[in-house]
């Protein structure tokens, strides 16, 4: 061990949730005296010093006689009860038996263990020169990738531990040592148990039974309570991901130089702990590593990696070095990969002898030809509705042009593969896997769009034939040898390749917009897609799923889909889909569910997530939805910044007439409104209307987000007649396609109840603003943020009808609901202010909130300043 100091023994017995006993309880040790140098021990080791001492034991260095080397010497220390005496003899019992089990380099070694001469118990292990891990960062500040180097070598001892069927249990910095030649070994293994039961003997100086024997006290968790996992803490037994969990909370300790979880005490900690509520870790930090990090320290022990050996393998996958080796790998495995990953699907057989170019629109039968034609345009056309032909025939254009240039890439790829001076082979291959995959896509979009005449699919159809794989991606290198490949065992790719069928199912649901339809057979398909055991298709049903879940506004249940793909996009290397997923995350924490503060946590990952991807679709996607972020946090230059890099990515690969180009302006012009460019905000607005009217038709859902706004920017630009038309267009877009009780229809039963209280139509306006604050409760939960909104209406209705008392309560609850919203907070204060005044209560509390709101829409440049810089001129301190 260390000539320094022992790691101090700091684990201790916390309660759990059946308490049998109190802390104060327990016994304390009777200091041992240490043993002088010079005095022989066991008859063979010479004591020559002691290096350091902690609960259970004292640490001595000693000369061993017999094989002529230096060793420590762990002693037990004497306990006031003779039953915790045993128990304490039986953990060095164990840890002697659990170190002796192992024989790696970075774990201490153990040499013999017995009784001394007083007839306690000892181990002899190997000294090491040098210091604990927690002594060596103190030393000076160390560069991040020389603490992860460290942490790696330690994560091996623990790993070849976990592969021996031991669990370590009180892993920290304290109880790893660097020795002066540099090397890192694990130690102190003195609560460590197997995961399989008597598989070692217990030595005969032991009773029988003692490697298994419960030592924790009862009522009580052995270990360091920083440390532990929260299963662990409620009482739960230790296995490998609580190592993972320990090993993650050090190493994020480390790196980033702060505690874990959030909080400014022991309790909100622990409590922050339970809750999965961690720091964000700081900006220069690699996203890759604390992806990895942050993955190890999940509440949920499923979540976690599944072995020290996946966590570490994580922590060792630098992109920068995959990326340099990224094109000559793929040289050299992928034609043996990608042929036999074609020869699965069936569609590559004999290209190789001298394969057939000609014609290969043949391999859209079924797909895209007359008969499916016919069947898609009676299907749209017949909905019977006013748009159905106009929306069949943009499909038709869409499909048409889709499977040209598909037929014709097909063809380059095929006459490539079999002229050996072409492009490499290896690009070739995922070429033509892309176009496969493509082509996976179109057949389960033309199944659903010709599987029989369905209104509610009408408004989709067209943003579903644009959704399609870009082909372009098909062509482009970087994106190639980013794509994640099939799986290497034969079986599992071909299990694989017949679910890639479903989930693509799944997926032209979701583009569709039949989300009921897509939550039934997306709960239906996982189970299955669970037993491949292949990361990246279940985190791509996972993901498809939890899209359905979002789109039928069931944010909850989107969000716990969504946290279980992240981890397995991760593992499966596929990063489009990781920095999809975080996007939908932060969208759905945030802006869905109003848990602000939680999703800014989100933001960093989220970024780095999307600037890995080498899929700008993703990437765009990802900073839409940071963007619809900081839209809801205040942040909206951040937000316009956002906006306007997901349009110039998405341009690249769609063109300037797609969809979501007009999503991405509409959001744009909120940001404008909430900074009060309210004349620029209608130019995004009204130019992303007019583009999802020209490209979807006018009774596509997506208008919905134009028309709130609209409705919106006029009555903040004093229209509030102007305004009434858009919104009831609104309510009656979601009735019709979402239904009377989706959250959408929360904005704008809200704004309208607040425009016809400017028009002078009380009782109208109070049973909007009635609807809408039912709505909110029942749909997003009493304390959602944006119930603040409605309680705002409702305080300023009242005030109008000189019924400020009635106000006031509205108000308060309003104000206490926006704590993480400035840009709502300063509305509440201004009409508390006005509320308080009219009552003569409070005039002094009056000018403070107006003065705060004044403040804040001074900073923006705001068109309210000079409102709040009237009234406080006009209303002076009593």
Not at 44 to 51: A, I, N
Not at 342 to 359: I, K, N, T
Not at 614 to 635: F, I, K, P, Q, V
Not at 656 to 668: C, D, E, K, L, W
């Amino acid at each position: 061990m260390s000539d320094t100091e022992w790691p101090a023994e700091e684990e201790g017995a916390f309660e759990s949730s059946e308490r049998t006993a109190t802390v104060s309880e327990r016994p304390q040790s009777i200091p041992r005296e240490v043993p002088a140098s010079g005095t022989t021990l066991a008859g063979r080791y010479t004591v020559l010093q002691p290096l350091g001492e902690g609960g259970m034991s004292i640490v001595l260095a000693a000369y061993d006689a017999q094989l002529d080397r230096r060793v420590a010497l762990k002693l037990l220390r004497a306990r006031t009860e003779p039953e915790d005496d045993a128990r304490s003899e039986l953990r060095m019992v164990r840890e002697a038996q659990a170190m002796a089990r192992l024989n790696h380099p970075n774990v201490v070694a153990v040499y013999d263990s017995g009784r001394l001469e007083d007839g306690s118990f000892f181990i002899a292990m190997e000294y090491v020169e040098g210091q604990t891990l927690r002594q060596w960062m103190q030393e000076r500040p160390r560069p991040w990738r020389e603490v992860l180097d460290s942490f790696l070598a330690a994560g091996r001892g623990l790993a070849a531990a976990h592969e021996a069927g031991l669990i370590h249990r009180d892993f920290k910095p304290d109880n790893v040592l660097v020795g002066r030649d540099g090397r890192v070994r694990v130690t102190d293994f003195g609560v460590a148990r197997t995961q399989a039961l008597a598989e070692a003997s217990p030595p005969s100086s032991s009773r029988p039974g003692a490697w298994d024997s419960d030592l924790t006290l009862a009522g009580f968790v052995v270990g360091t309570p920083r440390f532990l996992a929260p299963e662990i803490l409620r009482g739960a037994p230790a296995d490998a991901r609580g190592d993972v969990y320990s090993f993650c909370v050090a190493l994020y300790e480390e790196l980033c130089g702060q505690p874990v979880f959030v909080g400014d005490s022991d309790v909100e900690r622990t409590r922050a702990r339970f809750e999965g509520r961690i720091n964000p870790p700081p900006a220069h930090l690699p996203a890759w590593v604390m992806r990895s990090v942050l993955q190890g320290l999940s509440v949920d022990p499923l979540q976690r990696p599944a072995s020290m050996s996946t966590l570490l393998e994580a922590l060792s996958d630098d992109p920068d070095v995959r990326r340099r080796e990224r094109l000559s790998r793929i040289v050299r495995v992928s034609a043996a990969l990608g042929l036999a990953a074609l020869a699965a699907g069936g569609w590559m057989q004999q290209r190789d002898e001298g394969p057939e170019c000609a014609h290969l629109e043949r391999e859209l039968a079924g797909i895209w030809d007359d008969s499916v034609r016919q069947r898609v345009r009676q299907a749209l056309e017949g909905t019977r509705l006013d748009y159905a032909p106009a929306t069949a025939e943009r499909v038709f254009q869409t499909l048409e042009g889709y499977t040209r240039i598909w037929t014709r890439m097909s063809t380059e790829a095929c006459e490539a593969a079999r002229d050996q001076a072409g492009e490499p082979r290896s690009l070739t291959v995922l070429k033509e896997y892309c176009l496969e995959r493509a082509r996976g896509r179109l057949r389960a979009l033309t199944g659903l769009l010709g599987r029989g005449s369905d209104a509610e699919l009408l408004p989709r159809a067209v943003e579903a034939a644009q959704g399609l794989p870009p082909l372009e991606y098909c062509a482009d290198a970087r994106v190639l040898t980013a794509a994640v490949p099939p799986p290497e065992d034969p079986r599992v790719r071909a299990q694989a390749e017949s679910l890639q069928n479903e989930v693509d199912k799944l997926e032209a649901l979701y583009e569709a917009g039949k989300y009921a339809e897509g939550i039934t057979f997306g709960e239906a398909l996982l189970p299955r897609v669970a037993e491949v055991p292949y990361p990246p298709l279940r985190a791509r049903a996972l993901y498809q799923l939890a899209q359905n879940l979002e789109g039928a506004g069931e944010f909850k249940r989107a969000e716990d889909r969504v946290r279980e793909a992240i981890p397995l996009a991760a593992e499966g290397r596929d990063d489009a889909l990781h920095a999809r997923a975080w996007g939908l995350l932060t969208l759905l924490v945030g802006d869905r569910q109003g848990r602000y503060q939680e999703a800014q946590g989100l933001t960093l990952i989220t970024s780095a997530a999307a600037s890995r991807t080498e899929d700008a679709l993703a990437r765009a996607e990802a900073l839409n939805a940071l963007g619809t972020l900081w839209n809801s946090d205040g942040h909206y230059d951040e937000a316009q910044s956002s906006f306007e890099r997901a349009i110039t990515l998405w341009q690249q690969v769609r063109g300037p007439r797609h969809p979501y180009i007009a999503g991405f302006h509409s959001n744009i012009g909120i940001a404008l409104i909430q900074r009060g460019a309210y004349a620029e905000a209608l130019k995004h607005i009204e130019g992303a209307q007019e583009l999802w009217e020209d490209v979807l038709g006018p009774e596509h859902p997506y208008l919905i987000h134009a028309l709130i706004s609209r409705g919106m920017v006029l009555w903040k630009l004093g229209r509030p007649g102007e305004a009434l038309a858009p919104l009831e267009r609104t309510l009656a877009l979601i009735d019709k396609q979402l239904g009377p009780e989706h959250p959408f229809r929360t904005e704008p039963l809200t704004l309208l109840g607040s425009v016809l209280a400017d028009l002078g139509r009380y009782p109208e306006a109070e049973e909007w603003q009635q609807q809408a604050l039912a709505l909110k409760e029942k749909v997003l939960g009493a304390e959602h943020p944006s119930i603040a909104d409605s309680l705002l209406g409702m305080g300023h209705l009242r005030r109008l009808q000189g019924r400020a008392s009635e106000a006031l309560p509205l108000l308060e609850r309003a104000l206490t609901l926006t704590r993480a919203q400035e840009s709502s907070r300063a509305e509440v204060q201004f009409e508390l202010a006005q509320t308080l005044w009219s009552l003569g209560t409070a005039p002094t509390r009056a000018r403070e909130l107006a003065s705060e709101a004044h403040t804040y829409w001074q900073r923006l440049g705001h068109p309210e300043t000079a409102r709040t810089e009237q009234w406080l001129a006009a209303h002076t301190a009593p």
